[in-house]
């Protein structure tokens, strides 16, 4: 078996283990709330590939990943880990307290 060139985008967010469902990945989609190399993608049928980068909201946060692998299925969280790399700065100066 061969090596994947492109995934649909709400697969690779669900395979990476960003979101729960693979229907909340394509809801975030729809939505219009992922970049893919700074262009909003507005349907979860857009591909991604290797070399990608993803800017999209999780949690209190904004994930900005570079797409390392694609994958064939969801698999445990250490292989969804090797799918991408982190980008975002590492937040080492926490905010101060306003007291």
């Not at 970049?35 to 290797?50: D, F, M, Q, S, Y």
């Not at 570079?66 to 100066?93: I, K, M």
Request: include cysteine; glycine fraction near 6%; charged fraction near 25%.
């Amino acid at each position: 078996m061969g090596e994947l060139a492109s995934l649909r985008l709400d697969k690779w967010l669900w395979f990476a283990r960003f979101l729960k469902s693979r229907a909340a990945a394509s809801d975030l989609c729809a939505a219009g709330r992922v970049r893919i190399n700074r262009v909003a993608a507005h349907k979860a049928a857009v591909t991604v590939r290797a070399g990608d980068i993803l800017t999209f909201p999780q949690g209190n946060g904004i994930r900005v990943v570079r797409v390392l692998a694609l994958a064939s299925r969801r698999g445990p969280a250490a292989a969804a880990r090797r799918l991408y790399e982190d980008l975002a700065p590492p937040d080492d100066d926490p905010q101060p307290s306003s007291r």
